[in-house]
């Protein structure tokens, strides 16, 4: 039988170096496209999220890690955070025998609905054995996926059937800047749909202002308007953070929309990367947009991680 108990305080500087590594590797590494051996730009991004998370190398208030035993014997450990009532996060967790990771999904469950959690949500990696398992244990609600294209240096682009990336003019910046805040509030909100509209509506402002403090000038940022025979068909946004870049937003115009416009702007995108020489393009996208995901699919962009979701209901 499966028990939670405190983690060891002597153990803990020893299990923030495995977080760091698991990070790295699992979240980071494939979107950065670096070697395992040399990877500056996925450990400063850990780096940086785990200052926040983990201050002097444990967990920070409304966290909880949690030692997982099997039958007195330790097996592994799980992660857990409450940003507000009624949510918990699963924050990461490991077991030396993934094959138990249904059980201890189901006593973390049991746990969290008697302490009046309604949600759990959590970030499983496809390659990790006892996130795997943890996601084969019953159904969970998708909300959305980040996938990368790994990019080969010098690889021919492909046929882009005649679009043109240009630079967005200050005027068309500031109309897309604003239809953009705006619609991923939107977007956000059908993806949570249990959460309060104005607090989604305000977590997305807040993200888009943290990303983009200068506007366009911001660096590391490209925005382009893709044309089509000299008119507008689609507008893409990419971060770029050599030797990577990320896909912010890509939308196709209404009228360009059932033409093939979104899969040749998305090569388009990656060949502009392969001629900056960037060795992978990034993207995240919501469960409910389907047919982007299918476009993903085709186009050969790998799964990094799922953002899930499990409705416990409300407490009697």
């Known amino acids: 039988m499966l028990s939670l108990s405190r983690f060891p305080d002597a153990?803990?500087?020893?299990?923030?170096?495995?977080?760091?590594?698991?990070?790295?590797?699992?979240?980071?590494l494939p979107l950065t496209g670096e070697p395992e051996l040399f990877a500056p730009v996925a450990e400063a991004r850990v780096k940086a999220s785990l200052e926040r998370m983990l201050p002097v190398d444990r967990?920070?208030?409304?966290?909880?890690?949690?030692?997982?035993?099997?039958?007195?014997?330790?097996?592994?450990?799980?992660?857990?955070?409450?940003?507000?009532?009624?949510?918990?996060?699963?924050?990461?967790?490991?077991?030396?025998?993934?094959?138990r990771a249904g059980d201890l999904r189901a006593l973390v469950e049991e746990t969290a609905a008697r302490d009046g959690v309604r949600e759990v949500e959590l970030l499983l990696s496809p390659d990790d054995a006892t996130h795997a398992a943890w996601k084969a244990a019953g159904p969970l609600d998708?909300?959305?996926?980040?996938?990368?294209?790994?990019?080969?240096?010098g690889?021919?682009?492909?046929?882009?059937?005649?679009?043109?990336?240009?630079?967005?003019t200050p005027e068309s910046f500031a109309r897309f800047i604003e239809r953009s805040g705006r619609e991923y509030a939107q977007t956000r909100q059908q993806a949570e749909p249990h959460r309060d509209a104005d607090q989604v509506a305000r977590e997305a402002a807040e993200q888009l202002q943290g990303l983009l403090p200068l506007g366009s000038a911001t660096?590391?940022?490209?925005?382009?308007?893709?044309?089509?025979?000299?008119?507008l068909a689609a507008v893409l946004w990419l971060g770029v953070e050599p030797p990577a870049a990320f896909v912010y937003e890509v939308r196709v115009e209404e009228d360009a929309?059932?033409?093939?416009?979104?899969?040749?702007?998305?090569?388009?995108?990656?060949?502009?990367?392969?001629?900056?020489?960037?060795s992978a393009l990034g993207l995240n996208v919501f469960a409910s947009n389907t047919p982007a995901r299918r476009l993903y699919e085709s186009l050969g962009y790998q799964l990094v991680d799922e953002a899930c979701t499990v409705s416990l209901g409300r407490p009697d």
């Open 59 to 99: 967990p920070a208030e409304q966290q909880a890690l949690h030692l997982v035993s099997d039958d007195g014997f330790p097996i592994g450990w799980v992660w857990l955070g409450r940003p507000e009532r009624g949510r918990l996060v699963v924050l990461d967790t490991s077991l030396v025998t993934p094959e």
């Open 219 to 231: 660096p590391g940022q490209a925005f382009f308007d893709v044309l089509r025979d000299g008119a």
């Open 11 to 28: 153990d803990l500087p020893r299990w923030a170096e495995v977080v760091r590594e698991r990070r790295t590797r699992l979240r980071e």
């Open 142 to 153: 998708l909300v959305a996926q980040r996938r990368v294209l790994p990019l080969l240096p």
């Open 257 to 278: 929309r059932g033409a093939g416009v979104g899969r040749a702007t998305m090569q388009a995108a990656a060949a502009w990367c392969t001629g900056q020489g960037l």
């Open 155 to 168: 690889a021919p682009g492909p046929e882009t059937s005649g679009l043109e990336l240009r630079a967005m």
